[in-house]
């Protein structure tokens, strides 16, 4: 009798697992920044950092963690999520955090703090840099576009410095789904 439960349970168990819904683990993207993910050039630094975001269910919302350390110079000067492949340079699209001034339009970030830090925030699509000649727009066709090239891991994260203004630590954003979900 015992042994009958615990097999209906393990069978129910199976099933729940390949009918449920999507999970926060798979809304989840990462990324580790090094220098030497740096184009045009490669760079040499002690610097490294890490970016994970969760998207929305709804897919309107981006949760994020950006960490950073060891940099050249801090404070950095900003950080952002750029639309570009792996050894490509993109535009950037959202702003991280920054200690300057971002594109009219934009919502003030928020400051970059001196190394080491985290830092955390949220992104919608008022956030959204349009990139008219990537095929990124403004506002919530931007953002959706966005949501999509990430999901490709077509999208990276860095950071820059005084030191390194083109961009010091650099990760490709890396998209938890597998290649079966980047055509959503």
Known sequence: MKQRN??????????????SPVTADDNTAT??????QETPLTINSPGSGEFKARI?????SIEYVLTYRDLSASP???????FGRPAISGQIVFFLCTNGTPPAGVPMPQPCPAA???????????????RPDQGIEAGAAGFAAM????????????VHTPTRPGGEIRGRIDDRRGDDHHDK
């Open 6 to 19: 615990f097999s209906s349970v393990l069978a129910a168990a199976s099933v729940m697992m390949f009918t």
């Open 31 to 36: 990324a580790r920044l090094t220098g030497y």
């Open 56 to 60: 929305s269910h709804d897919e309107t």
């Open 76 to 82: 950095p000067t900003q950080a952002h999520i750029h």
């Open 116 to 130: 080491p830090a985290t830092i955390t925030g949220t992104l919608t699509q008022l956030d959204v840099i349009a």
């Open 147 to 158: 949501v999509k090239a990430i999901r490709a891991d077509a999208t990276y994260a860095n």
